[in-house]
């Protein structure tokens, strides 16, 4: 019998690395964050439309590349510019 590997969301990240936008459903599932941090996020200004995020068919999709971007810039955003790691 084959014997089931535990899952994992990078692996299943890694898998789908050419697909950028995802339901926050998805995005939580692989970033660890909540449905209501993300929100937050969105409405705090902290992640911005078209960068991190997009309204489309009514629904909020998030950039998966623009996460990676702010992640690696340690979260430093100017006017939708991402800033330059130091």
């Not at 996020?41 to 999709?61: C, F, T, V």
Request: aromatic share 12%.
């Amino acid at each position: 019998m084959f014997k089931s590997r535990p899952y994992s969301s990078h692996r299943a990240y890694k898998a789908s690395a050419n697909m950028n936008w995802v339901l926050i459903v998805k995005f939580c599932e692989l970033t660890g964050y909540t449905e209501d941090a993300v929100r937050c996020k969105i409405k705090d200004g902290i992640w911005q439309e078209n960068l991190h995020w997009q309204k489309a068919a009514n629904r909020i999709h998030m950039s998966m590349r623009g996460y990676e971007q702010w992640v690696t810039n340690k979260g430093k955003t100017n006017g939708g510019k991402l800033t330059p790691v130091q």
